[in-house]
């Protein structure tokens, strides 16, 4: 079975910019998860899907960060302007269902902002 | 305020030592998940607990769940250099049948020394 699927893997960007990160979950997970995971700390939940619907986004910087998963499967998330406290790794997780408990990760974007 | 906190943060240890790791959380949950992070790789489940008195052992580990006193303990047994990673607690903080709203602690940095 295929795992998460992220990418880039790596970004470096100036403050400001725009940045896009990519996830496919495993086949057949209808929940997404993408985390926020700053050095040297554990991993933040920020955007919570079931299918294309959005469960909780009740931590994500909406003034800035977005997120869609318009057809279910395959995720965006996009950070528009970058700040500095924005460098971390992002993580995307699946997993079968909001009652189905356990979440795969896949390895992450680590995103640096100059 | 919602936390979750491990200790300790760091953990040099010996190999053939036992040690423990507590995860003391302070809101309501009854289920907690172990996982495990190598440097520069994503997450690995280690355990699921689902219920207070919970306990879950594979190989040298041990992970136990007491909802009452708000506590999770990873026993190590006898530890290799293998085990030598960073481990994280998270708290399902989730309500109304839904799941998957984790809350992370910082991690415990184990380095396991000949």
Redesign the interface.
Known sequence: EAGVAQSPRYKIIEKRQSVAFWCNPISGHATLYWYQQILGQGPKLLIQFQNNGVVDDSQLPKDRFSAERLKGVDSTLKIQPAKLEDSAVYLCASSWGLANYEQYFGPGTRLTVT | ELK?EQNPLFLSMQEGKNYTIYCNYSTTSD?L?WYRQDPG?????LF?L?SNGAVKQEGRLMASLDTKARLSTLHITAAVHDLSATY?C?V?I?YG???????????TKLSVKP
């Open positions: 979750v289920r998940y790789k994503s997450l690995e489940s699921v689902l994280f998270a399902d989730s049948g839904s799941q998957g709203n984790l809350i992370f602690g910082k991690g």
